[in-house]
């Protein structure tokens, strides 16, 4: 008799949804990101991406968008130099801290994109970048999203956004996209409905987003985002086919 309680136990606990914090489900994540932010599902290959995207932020490089203006960049390469002093980049943390809070490349120029992409080679700063990114975005979107009762795409939809719009509390970062979209629903874990809750979210983020020229197109939440939420992918599962800027892209599994 007890085996036979045990096993419908044992398939439920089998079958239960994870969240983004599986392995799998956030190699997911960072596939789709990076459809995003490279146009490419090998976000693996983004270690050593930069450019100036005229957004007023400076650089923009690494496997989210680390940015020379805002900061973050400044703190991965203290990282990476505080574990390994003799890197190639070390010698532009004075310059970093100099331009943070502005588009400047004043100390940076013209090398710093050339040995950004030789620090990229080396295992130490590509662990940097991994850590960075879940420290500053990663793990804080999906504590905060799983605090709400969120399941795995609503967890995205936290990332996502908090990669693009930074953690701060103001009416165009994260938080203040959060504080907008609690204003008309309610999450689930106040009693609230998913469906409408993300929708109250991604149309807050919509808003945020076209309140900044360089993020006026729309498409990662409209044909990305959304896709899966009027599917009711709530877990995230593959196949996932959606659009970004008007490219098209498959996770088959």
Not at 115 to 134: I, Y
Not at 218 to 232: A, C, I, M, N, P
């Amino acid at each position: 008799m007890l085996q036979i309680a045990l096993v419908p136990l044992l398939a439920l606990s089998l079958s239960a949804p994870v969240d983004l914090t599986d392995p799998h489900k956030k190699d997911i994540a960072m596939q789709l990101v990076s459809s995003a932010e490279n146009s490419s599902l090998n976000w693996k290959a983004q270690y050593g991406y930069i450019e100036d995207i005229d957004d007023d932020r400076g650089y923009t490089a690494g496997i989210i968008g680390f940015c020379s203006g805002t900061g973050d960049m400044l703190e991965l390469v203290q990282l990476y130099t505080d574990r390994k002093p003799d890197n190639v980049l070390a010698k532009y943390l004075p310059a970093l801290r100099k331009v943070n809070g502005s588009d400047s490349h004043k100390g940076l120029d013209p090398n710093f994109t050339k040995d950004w992409k030789t620090a990229a080679k080396d295992p130490a700063f590509q662990q940097a970048q991994n850590d960075e990114r879940d420290r500053v975005y990663f793990t804080p979107a999906v504590d905060q999203a799983k605090q709400d009762g969120l399941r795995a795409l609503g967890q995205f939809a936290y990332y996502d956004a908090i990669v693009m719009h930074g953690p701060g509390t103001d009416k165009l970062s994260f938080g203040g996209i959060r504080k907008s979209a609690l204003a008309k629903a309610k999450p689930p874990a106040q009693g609230g409905d998913e469906t409408k809750y993300l929708n109250a979210f991604l149309d807050a983020r919509k808003a945020a987003m076209k309140a900044e020229e360089a993020h006026e197109d729309t498409s990662r939440v409209d044909t990305e985002q959304r896709v899966f939420l009027k599917q009711g992918n709530f877990d995230l599962d593959p196949p996932l086919t959606w659009k970004v800027y008007g490219d098209s892209y498959t996770i088959k599994k």
